[in-house]
Each structure stands twice: as structure tokens, then as C-alpha cells.
């Protein structure tokens, strides 16, 4: 087998975002994956023992596609940066790599409202009615 092949893709920080995997043989038959585990690793960079796991995508093996999910939520932990990632199958005699790449992460413009909290930093009371009231939307950062 000439593995592993080269897919890089561009992601969009928090978005769901999955691609389908159809293995061939030299042949070009369709490589029956039955009895095979799949391993999806995303890191920072390559090298056993200095890769730094970022996350593991949800992944699902039948005998003739891997399906590789990185879930919305999984996929916060991927921010404006490259990352490396490989897919690799194995069974108790062999092990393949069958793609690899680079994952090129683009940070969001929406704001992931749920970690966003509202102060009230200021308020400004004359005779009992608010005159100057303001509000500071912020991001857990300082205000």
C-alpha cells in the first residue's frame, strides 16, 4: 500500500466538520477494514512522546469507509493556529497510516455567547432614578 496520503483542510473554530475515508487497495478494490480499530489524532505538532494531544475527533470504522467527525464542541480547543493530524488503522498484525495532513484553524466571529456574562460596572444614581447606566460585555478577560 503507498501510504499515507495528504488531505489538509482549513476549519473554522467550534463548527461541526467531518470527511468520509473510502481505503483502497494498489488495486484500486476497496481495502476491507473488518477487524481494524481507526485512530484520528489531532496534535501540535509530530514526533511520539512531543506531540501534544489537542483533542481526539470522534471517528466510525466500517468495513469499507471511516467516517472522522471534530464535533463543535471538541473543536473550541482548535484555535487560530496549524495543527498536524493522522489517520491510522490496526488490527493485532498490522498498522497503516492512511492520511495525514495539516488542519490550517480560523477563529470565529460569532462570540460563543454562553461564556459571556454582562456586568454592570457603573450606575450612576440621582435622587433615587438612574441617570447614566452602562453596560460592558465581556469575555471573562478583564473589563
Known amino acids: 500500500m503507498a501510504y499515507p496520503h495528504v488531505y489538509n483542510f482549513n476549519y473554522y473554530t467550534g463548527d461541526t466538520y467531518q470527511f468520509i475515508l473510502y481505503p483502497k487497495n494498489e488495486d484500486g478494490t476497496t481495502l476491507d477494514l473488518s477487524g481494524f480499530t481507526a485512530k484520528f489524532t489531532i496534535a501540535s505538532q509530530r514526533g511520539a512522546g512531543s506531540s501534544t494531544l489537542i483533542i481526539t475527533p470522534e471517528i466510525t470504522l466500517n468495513p469499507t469507509r471511516i ?17 498536524l493530524y ?39 444614581i440621582d435622587g433615587g432614578i438612574p441617570t ?7 469575555d471573562g478577560g478583564t473589563p
Open 67 to 83: 467516517a472522522c467527525t471534530i464535533n463543535s464542541t471538541s473543536g473550541l480547543a482548535l484555535t487560530n493556529s496549524i495543527y
Open 86 to 124: 493522522d489517520i491510522e488503522v490496526s488490527n493485532n498484525i498490522d498498522t497503516y497510516t492512511l492520511l495525514t495532513g495539516q488542519i490550517n484553524t480560523q477563529n470565529q466571529v460569532t462570540i460563543n455567547y454562553q461564556n459571556i456574562e454582562v456586568v454592570e460596572p457603573d450606575v450612576i
Open 132 to 138: 447614566s447606566i452602562y453596560y460592558q460585555v465581556f
